[in-house]
Every structure is written in structure tokens, then in C-alpha cells.
């Protein structure tokens, strides 16, 4: 069974740092495209960051470069974000998703992935 389990949020100051992690079971994560994804309230889902499968290649939204950064460890099948200089307008509740096949590029596409975790609230504030 594909489970993507999201976590590592909680409350930090603005200008904090916080990183993410996105923990997969009943696949190999290294083989598939995984991106993050995050939605506020009142707001649309936004993407956030994605990672490819065999290509490694990455994309950011531009809300978040310069600041995130996504990366992977297919030791432990766990893909990170690493969230630096945070503000109130990164509050949200962030997803991680991934796709049924194989997927050596990434895009930021919402209709690209399948498969969905719970998500993990991360809040900036003074």
C-alpha cells in the first residue's frame, strides 16, 4: 500500500528555520517523481517543491527560491524540505505527493500526483 507520511511542523519564529520530511512505505521512492505542495486557508493549494525520481532534478515555486530546499534519501526513503528565512506567509499545511509510475522528471502540477499524506501544519509567528 502506498503511504506517504508527512512530518517536522510545528510553531517557529519569523526568520526560523524548520525541515520537513516526507517518509514513503509500500514503494521504492528513489523510482518515482515526489513534490510538496502546501495550502493556507481561504487560499488554493500551492506548489511548493519537487524532486525527480532517476534524474534528481528539482523545481521550486517562486515564492520559495532561494529559501527551500528539497532533497532525498533513498537510503531511508524519506524526501526532506529544508525551510530557511521563514515568514507568516509560509504558514500553511504541507503535503507531500507522488505519482502511481515512474517518474524520472518532476513537475508542479497538482494533477501530476495521486497519492496524498495527511499533511504537517507549519505556522511563522511572533
Known amino acids: 500500500q502506498v503511504q506517504l507520511v508527512e512530518s517536522g511542523g510545528g510553531l517557529v519564529q519569523p526568520g526560523g528555520s524548520l525541515r520537513l520530511s516526507c517518509t514513503a512505505s509500500?514503494?521504492?521512492?528513489?523510482?518515482?517523481?515526489i513534490a510538496w505542495f502546501r495550502q493556507a486557508p481561504g487560499k488554493e493549494r500551492e506548489a511548493v517543491s519537487c524532486?525527480?525520481?532517476?534524474?534528481?532534478?528539482?523545481e521550486y515555486g517562486d515564492s520559495v527560491k532561494g529559501r527551500f530546499t528539497i532533497s532525498r534519501d533513498n537510503a531511508k526513503n524519506t524526501v526532506y524540505l529544508q525551510m530557511n528565512s521563514l515568514n507568516p506567509e509560509d504558514t500553511a499545511v504541507y503535503y507531500c505527493?507522488?505519482?502511481?509510475?515512474?517518474?524520472?522528471?518532476?513537475?508542479?502540477?497538482?494533477?501530476?500526483?495521486?497519492?496524498w499524506g495527511q499533511g504537517t501544519q507549519v505556522t511563522v509567528s511572533s
Open positions: 509500500g514503494f521504492t521512492l528513489g523510482r518515482h517523481a
Open positions: 524532486i525527480g525520481g532517476s534524474s534528481g532534478l528539482t
Open positions: 505527493a507522488t505519482d502511481t509510475g515512474y517518474g524520472s522528471y518532476c513537475g508542479l502540477s497538482l494533477y501530476e500526483y495521486t497519492y
